[in-house]
């Protein structure tokens, strides 16, 4: 069964603050992993991705992966307003074609 | 932005009837994609192509046809739809998906359809 999971929310964080969204997901032989933002009544754009254990870095975004215990990470520095959205993340699963995604944490950053 | 493009955007039908949604893409990958996205179950795969006339099932299919007689195009059919149907249906594009280099996803606007 594959499964990515991911906390509903509804996450809230001041404005400054740094934000943290975490995913889970099934198989130990996943390859590769994504985070998508999005925004009310849009479509998903990706904001990372990242293949190898350890850390990514992307200007205010760091999205964190360990492998061994199946679990990815995105932090959202100095998070703005603009930053309010549903974050999803997604995994390929080794030998898949496709993308299975988490439900989406939804973040709302206060000014 | 990825040159996708949904028709129609919003469609609103009768339960039992037929409907096709259209994804038109003008950057040539090779991977196309419906995927539909509900409260509570986030995105879920109906349907992938990995080439002309080459589909394969995703998680939902139930209810669902596809067909890609053109690199460019992937259709969306629901046979007789059903309320159950109701839902964003959204495309997506990529160029490769297989081994540890995969490919991101693009995604068109969506199609919101009711199903009354």
């Known amino acids: 069964q594959k499964e990515v999971e991911q906390n509903s929310g509804p996450l809230s964080v001041p404005e400054g603050a740094i934000a943290s969204l975490n995913c889970t997901y099934s198989d130990r032989g996943s390859q590769s992993f994504f985070w998508y933002r999005q925004y009310s009544g849009k479509s998903p754009e990706l904001i990372m991705f990242i293949y190898s254990n350890g850390d990514k870095e992307d200007g205010r975004f760091t999205a964190q992966l360990n492998k061994a215990s199946q679990y990815v990470s995105l932090l959202i520095r100095d998070s703005q307003p603009s930053d309010s959205a549903t974050y999803l993340c997604a995994v390929n699963f080794d030998g898949a074609n496709n993308l299975f995604f988490g439900t989406g944490t939804r973040l709302t950053v206060i000014p | 932005d990825a040159g996708i493009t949904q028709s129609p955007r919003h469609k609103v039908t009768e339960t039992g009837t037929p409907v096709t949604l259209r994804c038109h893409q003008t950057e040539n990958h090779r991977y196309m994609y419906w995927y539909r996205q509900d409260p509570g179950h986030g995105l879920r795969l109906i349907h992938y192509?990995?080439?002309?006339?080459?589909?394969d099932k995703g998680e939902v299919s139930d209810g669902y046809s596809v067909s890609r007689s053109k690199t460019e195009d992937f259709l969306l059919t629901l046979e007789s739809a059903t309320s159950s149907q109701t839902s964003v249906y959204f495309c997506?594009?990529?160029?490769?998906?297989?081994?540890?280099?995969?490919?991101?996803?693009?995604f068109g606007e969506g199609s919101r359809l009711t199903v009354l």
């Open positions: 997506a594009i990529s160029e490769w998906m297989t081994g540890a280099n995969t490919g991101e996803l693009f």
């Open positions: 192509s990995y080439g002309v006339k080459d589909t």
